[in-house]
């Protein structure tokens, strides 16, 4: 069974940047597809980005395109959520999501549906 734990939320002003972090265990790791998704109070749970586990696929939400990068480092087990320019709005809660059934590398995953395994979240909180 894959476990997921976040970290690296908090407080942050408009412009900054955070680092959330997603440490995957109970599975191989390389063998899993990874995202990053958000909730923001009486919002729906939303992709954020996707990275597949090649890292050679990646999926962003258009309100993050250009500010958010991800990235994953097989020798940690863990996916990065590189949060730049942040806004007001980027306030929410962040979930991390596995997959392990992949159909090909291509495959950009970007469902809440598509995802068995979840992290208990990180709250992230601008302010302007």
């Known amino acids: 069974q894959v476990q997921l734990v976040e970290s690296g939320g908090g407080l942050a002003q408009a412009g900054g940047s955070l680092r959330l972090a997603c440490t995957a265990s109970?599975?191989?790791?390389?063998?899993?597809?990874m995202a990053w998704f958000r909730q923001a109070p009486g919002s729906e749970r939303a992709v954020v980005g996707f990275?597949?586990?090649?890292?050679?696929?990646?999926y962003f939400a258009d309100s993050v395109k250009g500010r958010f990068t991800i990235s994953r480092d097989v020798a940690k087990k863990t996916v990065y959520l590189q949060m730049n320019s942040l806004k007001s709005e980027d306030t929410a809660v962040y979930y991390c999501?596995?997959?392990?059934?992949?159909?090909?590398?291509?495959?950009?995953?970007?469902?809440?549906?598509?995802?068995?395994?979840w992290g208990q979240g990180t709250q992230v909180t601008v302010s302007s």
């Open positions: 990275i597949s586990r090649s890292g050679g696929t990646s």
């Open positions: 109970g599975g191989q790791f390389s063998r899993l597809a």
């Open positions: 999501a596995a997959r392990s059934t992949i159909l090909s590398d291509n495959t950009k995953y970007i469902s809440l549906n598509d995802y068995a395994h």
